[in-house]
């Protein structure tokens, strides 16, 4: 993302944005986010039809992040078509669509919409998205990745990205390293998306928190940092030609810097963006200037994957 900071004296390339679902589902969100010190935006992943998603209460703080059941609530992917097509892309931001088909068939019939409107934003299809039910999410489901990317890789034509869940097996960082690299114009991963199903307790009440999915639901945040390094970087030794935008527990420019270590050439937020608001990236982007000029980085490139191992 090219918008640049001028912090401290230096010009550094705003390298923050928001996490699909953050910020992002109505235009006033969207529009609090272009008037951001973000350096690009995201829509909330969108389905064919909208929804309501699951009943609250659906997102709740935890003391280490966030534990959320949302649902996919969405306005339906032709009121993020009309904002696309609408947008200012001259002045501001890199703007970003998130797409999430509850099927194949309807990722295509987004992806076609889009495409056949020609615009200068760029798609994140979310594979985390659910897949046949009973199978797991397409980004557990290794073949129908493949298959996924098989059929929308060559509608799309363009750079394109996709949101992954987070993995925790090294065989599996290696399957799906070798399933992204098959399509050149899959050109990033956005690593990683909330890691799925854990469960919040009150212990008074001996309740479950949130009320979607009998208390289960994603966890993101703090706790989720280090699998979120690690995706990132698996990713980014693995696959040396495309870009991987980092998220996950991203609360301050420290944890911004090891992303970026890590290899990630952009970083979303999601639970401090949920919890701070659109103020969250005039804070970070003022955090990762100062961190870099203690540490004498002019650019982010002098850093960006340079993670030392002993
Ligand atoms: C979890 C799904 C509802 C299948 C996809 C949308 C989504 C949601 C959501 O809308 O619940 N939350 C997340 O942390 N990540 C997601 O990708």
Redesign the pocket.
């Known amino acids: 993302v090219d918008i640049s900071t001028s912090i401290s004296g230096t010009t550094l390339p705003n390298v923050f944005f928001n996490a699909s ?1 953050v910020w992002c589902q109505h235009e006033d969100e969207l529009q609090a986010m272009v008037e951001s010190h973000s350096g690009a935006l995201i829509t909330k ?1 969108a389905t064919l039809a909208p929804r309501q ?1 699951n009943p609250s209460p659906r997102y709740l703080p935890l003391p280490l992040g966030s534990i ?6 969405n306005e339906g992917y032709e009121y993020y078509l009309r904002y696309a097509c609408s947008f200012n892309y001259s002045r501001t931001k890199p703007l970003f669509i998130s797409l ?1 088909g509850l099927s194949l068939g309807d990722s295509v019939k987004m992806v076609e919409a889009f495409v056949a409107a020609d615009l200068p934003c760029m798609l994140e299809i ?1 594979f ?3 897949n046949v039910p009973g199978k797991p ?1 397409l980004g557990y489901d290794f073949e129908a990745m493949d298959a996924a990317l098989a059929t929308l890789a060559p509608l799309i034509k363009k750079p394109f990205g996709i ?1 992954l869940p987070p993995f925790f097996d090294i065989a599996h960082f290696d399957l799906v390293a070798a399933v992204c690299q098959k399509y050149s114009n899959l050109a990033f991963l956005t690593c990683v ?2 890691i799925g199903n854990g469960l919040a307790i009150d212990f008074e009440t001996e309740t479950a928190l949130i009320k979607p999915k009998d208390g289960y639901g ?1 966890l ?1 945040g703090a706790m989720i940092l280090n699998t979120a390094l690690a995706n990132v970087n698996a990713f980014y030794r693995r696959l040396p030609d495309k870009q991987i935008i980092g998220v996950g527990g991203v609360a301050s420019g420290k944890e911004a810097f090891l992303h970026i270590l890590a290899g990630a050439s952009a970083v979303q937020i999601g639970t401090q963006l949920m919890e701070e608001g659109p103020a969250v990236f005039e804070r970070l982007n003022k955090e990762l200037a100062e961190i870099m000029a203690a540490k004498g980085y002019n650019t982010i490139e002098d850093f960006r994957g340079r993670l030392k191992t002993l």
Do not use: V
């Open positions: 679902g992943s998603g959320s059941s949302m649902g996919l609530p999430s979310n985390s998205c659910p999410q949101k998306n909330s994603g993101s």
